[in-house]
T-cell receptor
Framework: GQSLEQPSEVTAVEGAIVQINCTYQ??????LSWYQQHDGGAPTFLSY????GLEETGRFSSFLSRSDSYGYLLLQELQMKDSASYFC???????????FGSGTRLQVQP | EAQVTQNPRYLITVTGKKLTVTCSQN?????MSWYRQDPGLGLRQIYY???????DKGDVPEGYKVSRKEKRNFPLILESPSPNQTSLYFC??????????????????FGPGTRLTVL
């Protein structure tokens, strides 16, 4: 089986940097994905890490440490529009399914 | 425009009345999947399909059926809905190939969601 843990809620101010952590337990690990979901919207893909290290995509970066079964999403220069829920996910190779964490709700305040 | 569509977007029904939620994608994706989202539980997979006529159970398949007769469509069927199936449902699709360490299913494209209430 697979399980992921992430904080339920994070609050930060506009312009700041915030880190959303994700720890996972899997029977076989093949990569960590991050998705963003605005209230009332569909999840949208943000980033993916298969190897240790940092992947940067504009204001968003994602980090993975496979030895620690840990990853994080880093959001820089926070904007009000970044207020959303963020989910980490791992893939089950048999089903090609994504197993999602329960999500971190980010509130960006002025 | 590349997209995944679902219908209906909102549905209120009563226990036992069969219903179908449709899902269609125009990206020629092999892989399609249904998830349900409940507060505090994240997204859980109901069923998935690797290609036409190939479907299999996800984590929470009880009470649901699917079919994949065409590549673009993957309807979700609730034969006898019950109140515990009240939820937000998402259809997703992706390619099914692999490139190095990266599987295409790591990047899934989600439909807008269907909010179902079963009374």
């Amino acid at each position: 089986g697979q399980s992921l843990e992430q904080p339920s809620e994070v609050t930060a101010v506009e312009g700041a940097i915030v880190q959303i952590n994700c720890t996972y337990q899997t029977s076989g690990f093949y990569g960590l994905s991050w998705y963003q979901q605005h209230d009332g919207g569909a999840p949208t893909f943000l980033s993916y890490n298969a190897l240790d290290g940092l992947e940067e995509t504009g204001r968003f970066s994602s980090f993975l440490s496979r030895s620690d079964s840990y990853g994080y999403l880093l959001l820089q220069e926070l904007q009000m529009k970044d207020s959303a829920s963020y989910f980490c996910a791992v893939r089950d190779t048999g089903r090609r399914a994504l197993t999602f964490g329960s999500g971190t709700r980010l509130q960006v305040q002025p | 425009e590349a997209q995944v569509t679902q219908n209906p977007r909102y549905l209120i029904t009563v226990t036992g009345k069969k219903l179908t939620v449709t899902c269609s994608q125009n990206m020629n994706h092999e892989y399609m999947s249904w998830y349900r989202q409940d507060p505090g539980l994240g997204l859980r997979q109901i069923y998935y399909s690797m290609n036409v006529e190939v479907t299999d159970k996800g984590d929470v398949p009880e009470g649901y059926k699917v079919s994949r007769k065409e590549k673009r469509n993957f309807p979700l069927i609730l034969e006898s809905p019950s109140p515990n199936q009240t939820s937000l449902y998402f259809c997703a699709s992706s390619l099914s190939g692999r490139s190095g360490l990266r599987y295409s299913t790591d990047t899934q494209y989600f439909g807008p969601g269907t909010r179902l209430t079963v009374l």
